[in-house]
């Protein structure tokens, strides 16, 4: 039991973002972590903010990864949940959570998937996804790669439009995601997550995620510098299109 969770990591970080809040789409790249030869791993991250006194606010981020090798199927649970609280004002409760199932073929993967969510900041009551398709590795050396996917998945999202009625939005999309790593050298390194989702039966509807993470490397952790940036050129409520956020964090491996 101890070496299936030989990868449990335990992140605390503090934010200094210009707090926007999330858009739809989650980087689910950066929740998922490599399964070593015991072909079973679980994965835990914690985020946390806390201030009493003047400022009152509670912000903290956790999030699980169960994941099984069976010869070349690699099967992953996935779980985030993050909660914000400013005085006595509740302005996320918000959940994430998916199933998805690679076949490994070489260094590419056919996949498939099934996604939860709310997104209180968003007035999202759900969203439910289904969908799969296909991960092709350009450029693998080391640690360094360059990864592009392209898939289809179905949509069902639920909006308070206000207090009187409902947004109930369907649509199919097409999926557009590249992912990447770079080390500049041995303490130094970056990646990059990009997606670029596109409604099948309006264009004009499109959704854009870029994430890029630098790490450096100490003895006994790590320190990144994390910026998302998030656009919905077609929002179904009336809220902003784009929204960013810039985190510093420390990572500790036990």
């Known amino acids: 039991m101890i070496n299936q969770l030989k990868y449990l990591k335990i992140i605390v970080f503090l934010i200094f973002s210009n707090f926007c809040f999330s858009q739809t789409i989650i980087n689910t790249e950066n929740m998922m972590k490599d399964i070593d030869d015991s072909n079973l791993s679980y994965n835990l991250a914690f985020q946390g903010d806390f201030n009493f006194g003047n400022i009152d606010l509670i912000q903290f981020n956790t999030s699980h990864q169960f994941a099984k090798s ?34 490994i073929i070489n260094k590419n993967s056919l996949f498939a998937f099934v996604q939860a969510q709310n997104l209180k900041s968003l007035r999202m009551n759900h969203r439910y996804i289904s969908g799969g398709g296909y991960r092709h590795n350009l450029f693998s050396k080391d640690n360094d790669y360059l990864d592009l996917s392209a898939g289809l998945f179905f949509e069902d999202e639920l909006y308070d ?17 590249g992912f990447g790593k770079y080390t500049f050298s041995e303490n130094f390194y970056a990646n990059i997550s990009i997606y670029y989702q596109i409604n099948t039966s309006n264009t004009s509807d499109y959704r854009l995620f870029i994430q890029p993470r ?3 490397s100490l003895p006994k952790f790590d320190i990144y510098l994390d910026y998302r940036y998030r656009h919905h050129s077609t929002p179904y409520v009336d809220i902003k299109k784009t929204d960013s956020s810039l985190e510093i964090g420390v990572e500790f491996s036990i």
């Open 70 to 103: 069976v010869d070349r199927n690699l099967f992953r649970v996935l779980f985030n949940y993050e909660y914000i609280e400013e005085g006595d004002q509740k302005i996320a409760a918000d959940y994430t959570g998916q199933l998805r199932y690679n076949y």
């Open 161 to 177: 439009k206000n207090l009187a009625e409902s947004t109930q939005v369907y649509n199919w999309r097409y999926s557009f995601s």
């Open 214 to 216: 630098i790490y450096y």
